[in-house]
């Protein structure tokens, strides 16, 4: 524990159009930033509007960015983000904001169903299980990106989203590698097609920002490439999108 | 453009890319090697003039960097000019022609006897 007693905390308020306002949090052992936020709630301002559910790292609710850069509150710590008694707390980056440090997810999660990312069954339940092994190379793929909880920390890290608002992001785009690899998924044409082009993977400038900062330390840069390859012959096929 | 279409550039810019890399190495130790020589401007001409070897080289190297050059130049149009996707292609398109121009007229310019 440093000498900080009190953090002066710099809160982001209203919705496109606001301001930042200052609180002055107690500072306390093993601090999360979602307990800073809560804090201020709970004892200043009950007005403050924000996120949270599980409180654990597994719900991906309650991403913010602090001091600049995005991150999963609950399990940040202030000790590692705080610069000198100082926080500033802020809605995600890239995505509209609601009211205070709400962020407006709709168009995040809307890209994942555009990048294709629902699964598509090719069997029902009367048929066979389909085996498949958790040595292959497929289902190793998949498992190196499968663990995503949709913080939205990688989409709101991502400058070629806040460039190129029709890109489909970090996130959807590693969704959709997962199902690529998925050998009992049906709609992989459509998949790579919707993946393909600036929207989706050949955007990507792999500055890796996602890969940095994703909380769950997933690489959507390592997908993204996987992308790229997978939708390398397609560009030469003749007819289709 | 389609999905399909810009898959194609992004191949288009990668094939480039390491083809430059192979060109841009060459052209380094070319001039390194004209330095350390003491090679001056008529020297240089005399061996390039008529060589079917430094056309070839260069006309593919001028070509490999329009193409690269010109596709680059599209992304940064749509990403920091905010250009739609069919004025960046035209943009893109007077660009590399512009290169590919002037880059042949230098190319000619050392190898015409």
Redesign the interface.
């Known amino acids: 524990m440093d000498e900080v007693k009190t953090l002066r905390v710099s809160v982001w308020r209203g919705g496109a159009e606001g301001r930042f306002q200052q609180f002055d949090v107690p500072r306390r052992e093993s601090q999360t930033v979602l307990d800073v936020v809560t804090h201020i709630q709970r004892h200043l301002d009950p007005t403050l509007a924000y996120r949270f559910a599980c409180r654990v790292g597994m719900c991906g609710s309650c991403a913010m960015s602090v001091n600049g850069t995005p991150r999963w509150t609950c399990r940040t710590h202030v000790d590692k983000v705080a610069k000198g008694d100082a926080l500033t707390i802020a809605p995600l980056a890239n995505m509209p904001v609601v009211r205070d440090l709400v962020a407006d997810m709709r168009e995040f999660f809307d890209k994942w169903a555009r990048a294709k990312g629902q699964f598509t069954p090719t069997r029902t339940r009367h048929d066979e299980f389909v085996a498949v092994d958790p040595k292959s190379a497929p289902r190793r793929e998949a498992d190196a990106g499968i663990e995503c909880i949709g913080c939205g920390v990688c989409y709101a890290a991502c400058d070629v989203v806040k460039w190129n608002r029709d890109y489909l992001g970090p996130a959807a785009l590693n969704r959709a590698w997962t199902l690529v690899n998925d050998v009992r998924d049906g709609g992989q044409e459509a998949r790579l097609a919707a993946v393909a082009g600036d929207a989706g993977c050949h955007s990507c400038h792999t500055m890796m920002s996602c890969t940095e900062l994703c909380p769950k330390e997933l690489s959507p840069t390592r997908s993204i490439a996987g992308l790229k390859r997978a939708t390398f012959a397609r560009a030469f096929e003749e007819g289709g999108e | 453009?389609?999905?399909?279409?810009?898959?194609?550039?992004?191949?288009a810019q990668r094939a480039t890319a390491m083809m430059l890399a192979v060109f841009v190495l060459a052209h380094l130790v070319t001039i390194i090697y004209a330095v350390r020589n003491g090679l001056a401007g008529a020297d240089i001409l005399a061996r390039t003039r008529g060589s079917v070897g430094v056309a070839v080289f260069y006309g593919l190297f001028v070509l490999a960097s329009a193409i690269h050059g010109s596709i680059g130049l599209r992304?940064i149009a749509?990403?920091?000019l905010r250009m739609r996707?069919n004025p960046a292609g035209i943009f893109a398109l007077v660009a590399g022609v512009l290169l590919v121009v002037t880059g042949l007229r230098a190319v000619v310019a050392v190898v015409a006897a």
């Open positions: 453009m389609s999905a399909r279409g810009e898959a194609r550039l992004w191949v992304t749509i990403e920091w996707s």
